[in-house]
C-alpha cells in the first residue's frame, strides 16, 4: 500500500478492529525520511477481512488530496533452496533441508516415496541413523494461508560405493544377504 500521488507528506496505517480507541494495528509507517515523500508498508491482506486505514498529513495544508494504490504481491510460499540428493553411509546420521520464504507462518510436511511421513513438519528431516530401510525419494510440502508449493523428489540412499581399480578378468558378486561384495575369478 502506498500513498504515492497524494499532494502531502503522510503516515499510513492499517488496522482491524471496529472500535476507534481498540484498532489492533496491522502495519504502519512514517513518511520516508526526506521531506515531500510519501509512506509504502507492506502486508498479507486476508479475503474477507476489513481494514482500517489512518491517513495522516505531516504538514498542515488547505487542500490535501490522498492517494492509495494497493499491490498485490503474490505470497504463496516460495523455494529458495530445494533438498539436495544425499548419500549416507549406512547407520550414519543424516538430514535433508529446505529453505523456503514468503508470509509466515509456513508448514512443512515431508514425504517418502510420495507418502507422509509421521511428524515430520519441520524445515529440515533429521536421521539419528540412516539405515536401508531409508533409501527412497523424498520431498516435501511447503504451505501457507495464501498456497502451498511441493518439491521435485530427491534420492536418498544409503549405503556403499563400490569402485573398482583393478581392470582385467574376474567378478564382483554380492553376498546373498547383500552386505557384502566378494571379488574373485570369473
Known amino acids: 500500500l502506498k500513498t504515492e500521488g497524494s499532494s502531502f507528506e503522510t503516515a499510513l496505517g492499517v488496522y482491524v478492529g471496529s472500535v476507534l480507541t481498540q484498532l489492533q494495528p496491522i502495519a504502519e509507517a512514517g513518511p520516508d525520511s526526506a521531506p515531500g515523500r510519501r509512506a509504502t508498508i507492506e502486508f498479507a491482506a486476508v479475503g474477507g477481512q476489513e481494514y482500517v486505514f489512518l491517513l495522516n498529513p505531516a504538514r498542515n495544508s488547505d487542500i490535501w488530496i490522498a492517494a492509495l494504490s494497493l499491490h498485490h504481491f503474490p505470497f504463496?510460499?516460495?523455494?529458495?533452496?530445494?533438498?539436495?540428493?544425499?548419500?549416507?553411509?549406512?547407520?550414519?546420521?543424516?538430514?535433508?533441508?529446505?529453505?523456503?520464504?514468503?508470509?509466515?507462518?509456513?508448514?512443512?510436511?515431508?514425504?517418502k516415496n510420495d507418502v507422509p511421513i509421521a511428524g515430520a513438519t519441520q524445515s529440515d528431516l533429521i536421521f539419528g541413523s540412516f539405515t536401508t530401510n531409508d533409501t527412497g525419494g523424498y520431498s516435501v510440502m511447503v504451505s501457507n494461508r495464501f498456497g502451498t508449493v511441493t518439491t521435485a523428489k530427491v534420492p536418498?540412499?544409503?549405503?556403499?560405493?563400490?569402485?573398482?581399480?583393478?581392470?582385467?578378468?574376474?567378478?564382483?558378486?554380492?553376498?546373498?544377504?547383500?552386505?557384502?561384495?566378494?571379488?574373485?575369478?570369473?
Not at 569402485?163 to 575369478?185: D, E, N, W
Open 156 to 186: 536418498a540412499i544409503a549405503g556403499y560405493r563400490l569402485v573398482v581399480t583393478k581392470t582385467g578378468v574376474g567378478s564382483v558378486k554380492q553376498s546373498p544377504t547383500g552386505q557384502f561384495f566378494a571379488l574373485g575369478p570369473t
Open 76 to 111: 504463496t510460499p516460495i523455494i529458495t533452496q530445494a533438498p539436495h540428493p544425499i548419500e549416507v553411509a549406512p547407520n550414519d546420521p543424516a538430514s535433508i533441508s529446505v529453505v523456503a520464504d514468503r508470509a509466515p507462518p509456513l508448514f512443512y510436511q515431508w514425504f
